[in-house]
């Protein structure tokens, strides 16, 4: 199969995300890219779930670092006996999958998916970290593809000549959506708040829409209102976590982003799969992260060193602020996500 990551920016190609070669993982650090590019290197699964926690990888990109973490627990286990390397890889799973809180149970849906393939390649005397890359791969590019679907049915809502505003980093699918608005040859404008306090919109998605030759505008978090107001035709964002409720968990500002969209009347449309994780807003676990970070801006103290920070990193949007989930079966109302035909997990 063609690889799915054509024509998009640096930091979107598979090798760039996350990548298992030779016993070592390297992951992206997009903690500091584009300004720094430097990957980090993971000797053992325990780094790579440490790195997942610490946001060097963050939207759709610990998903795939957690798949290459297996294939290091599997390099790491090479030499055990058959039901050691099974049992080695669960404890692996675990670590990798319960990283990040809020993510937890679907990172679980992609380790259980490694160790199925992992008890089949071993049950058939196959080469176990070549059958995790090759899973690895082919998910990467099933989600490609499957997102080229959603990315087509959230274009057909663009105006042919207009500006869009985005959240944080929603990483292919920000990819997936302006290929496909650049084959139609719309004209389209992208506002991106800069995402505090990691910055991901000001460092990622613009670096994301820059290079792939969109008008590109950065706006503080605090810049959101006034200019949604001077004139932004639609408002989009992926998702943590789009509950069947109705209601989304994503970056912190994504709930006073929606607010002020809906007061000015323009569409805010989410982008992702309903989670059948996630039957209703109190299975979500929201992560609060360590206050320090907001008391710095990329390493740069901001305050007096007396006061505190308070740092949730992510808040709930009412389905009542959401104009419709644009999914790879086309937009569902917040409302009717139950019509939703699971078919597998789809990570964000």
């Known amino acids: ?33 584009p300004v720094t590019e430097r990957f980090e290197i993971c000797r053992t699964h ?37 039901k050691d390397k099974l049992e080695y890889l669960n404890r692996a799973a675990k670590t990798l999958s319960q990283a990040r809180p809020t993510t937890s149970k ?15 390649a071993i049950d058939n005397d196959l080469n176990l970290v070549d059958e995790i890359m090759k899973s690895a791969i082919d998910s990467l590019n099933e989600k490609y593809l499957r997102y080229g679907k959603l990315a087509n049915y959230l274009v057909d809502l663009f105006p042919k000549s207009g500006t869009i505003m985005t959240q944080c980093f929603g990483e292919v699918i920000v990819g997936l ?8 040859n719309l004209d389209i404008k992208v506002i991106c708040p800069e995402t505090r306090p990691y910055f991901q919109g000001a460092r990622l998605t613009s670096t994301v829409c820059s ?43 994504t709930y006073q982003m929606a607010m002020v969209a809906n007061n000015l009347g323009i569409p805010y449309f989410v982008t992702g799969v309903p989670d059948i ?20 801006a990329m390493g740069v103290p901001t305050t007096n060193r007396n006061v505190k920070g308070f740092y949730p990193s992510f808040d ?29 997990f789809v990570e964000p």
Not at 47 to 57: N, Q, R, S, W
Not at 106 to 120: C, E, G, P, S
């Open 211 to 253: 290079e792939q030759g969109f008008d590109t505008t950065i706006i503080t978090d605090n810049a959101v209102a006034f200019t949604m107001k001077q004139g932004v035709d639609l408002f989009t964002s992926a998702a943590d976590a789009i509950c069947l409720d109705g209601h989304v968990v994503n970056k912190i500002g």
């Open 1 to 33: 199969m063609k690889r799915q990551d054509y024509d998009l920016a640096k930091m979107l190609k598979y090798e760039n995300i996350a990548w298992y070669e030779d016993g070592i993982v390297k992951i992206l650090d997009r903690r500091v890219y």
């Open 106 to 120: 679907r990172m679980k849906l992609v380790t259980d998916k490694i160790l199925q393939i992992a008890k089949y």
């Open 46 to 82: 325990q780094e790579v779930a440490k790195a997942i926690t610490d946001m060097v990888t963050q939207s759709g990109g610990p998903y795939t670092a957690a798949r290459m973490g297996m294939a290091l627990a599997a390099y790491e286990c090479r030499d055990l006996k058959s």
């Open 277 to 296: 994780a996630h039957p209703d807003i109190d299975t979500v676990e929201i992560e609060y992260r360590d206050g320090d970070f907001v008391l710095q």
């Open 177 to 184: 959506m302006l290929r496909e608005a650049k084959e139609r």
């Open 316 to 344: 709930i949007t009412p389905p009542h602020l959401i104009s419709g989930v644009v999914t790879d079966k086309g937009i569902f109302s917040p409302y009717d996500l139950d019509k939703y035909e699971h078919e597998g």
